[in-house]
């Protein structure tokens, strides 16, 4: 895949995506690292300012991942993450993942709004046939996210993954392009 445009702006009602760049590293590892954003990742081991650095050079930079730090239109502050990664050219795929870092963005739709943005870009600018996501089942506000933003579960695995010293639920989730068939 191409790499991300840097001057690409994505603009919703409440936020507007825009490409992440080596400036947002301290917050994105600090969110990373926090405890009520790690509990929903898949992925814990704790990040480092050079592993992030190293994504954003080897992942980010190269194409393989499509990655945007959400913005609150009102002032501009950065309040998580939304990215595209794990493409699949031959199927016209991509995986989806999102976080939000700053609580104050809890609870009001903006990850709903995030991951709508996301899927725009993926399905008119990417031509992308369909995303995917992972999410963890006792996860329930990304459930709900994922399910407003368009998305269909399409699978349940019951024990599927050894986190925190207990196996978790895990539901994948599908997104098609209406336009791509």
Same mark, same amino acid.
């Given at each position: 895949?191409?790499?991300?445009?840097?001057?690409?702006?994505?603009?919703?009602?409440?936020?507007?995506?825009?490409?992440?760049?080596?400036?947002?590293?301290?917050?994105?590892?600090?969110?990373? *690292?926090?405890?009520?954003?790690?509990?929903?990742?898949?992925?814990?081991?704790?990040?480092?300012?050079?592993?992030?650095?190293?994504?954003?050079? *080897?992942?980010?930079?190269?194409?393989?991942?499509?990655?945007?730090?959400?913005?609150?239109?009102?002032?501009?502050?950065?309040?998580?993450?939304?990215?595209?990664?794990?493409?699949?050219?031959?199927?016209?795929?991509?995986?989806?993942?999102?976080?939000?870092?700053?609580?104050?963005?809890?609870?009001?739709?903006?990850?709903?709004?995030?991951?709508?943005?996301?899927?725009?870009?993926?399905?008119?600018?990417?031509?992308?046939?369909?995303?995917?996501?992972?999410?963890?089942?006792?996860?329930?506000?990304?459930?709900?996210?994922?399910?407003?933003?368009?998305?269909?579960?399409?699978?349940?695995?019951?024990?599927?993954?050894?986190?925190?010293?207990?196996?978790?639920?895990?539901?994948?989730?599908?997104?098609? *392009?209406?336009?791509?068939?």
């Amino acid at each position: 895949m191409e790499p991300l445009r840097k001057d690409l702006i994505l603009k919703g009602v409440q936020i507007y995506l825009r490409p992440i760049c080596d400036a947002d590293t301290d917050r994105v590892v600090k969110w990373r *690292n926090d405890k009520n954003v790690v509990k929903n990742f898949i992925y814990r081991i704790p990040i480092s300012r050079e592993a992030h650095l190293d994504w954003l050079k *080897n992942k980010v930079e190269q194409g393989g991942v499509h990655q945007f730090v959400i913005c609150r239109n009102a002032d501009e502050i950065p309040l998580g993450s939304v990215y595209l990664q794990n493409f699949e050219e031959e199927h016209k795929k991509a995986e989806e993942g999102i976080f939000l870092g700053e609580e104050q963005a809890y609870g009001k739709g903006i990850g709903t709004e995030a991951a709508k943005l996301i899927l725009k870009y993926a399905f008119e600018q990417l031509q992308l046939h369909k995303v995917v996501a992972r999410v963890l089942a006792y996860n329930q506000a990304s459930v709900r996210m994922h399910e407003k933003a368009g998305y269909v579960r399409e699978a349940y695995f019951r024990e599927e993954l050894f986190l925190d010293g207990k196996y978790e639920d895990l539901i994948f989730f599908g997104a098609i *392009n209406p336009f791509c068939k």
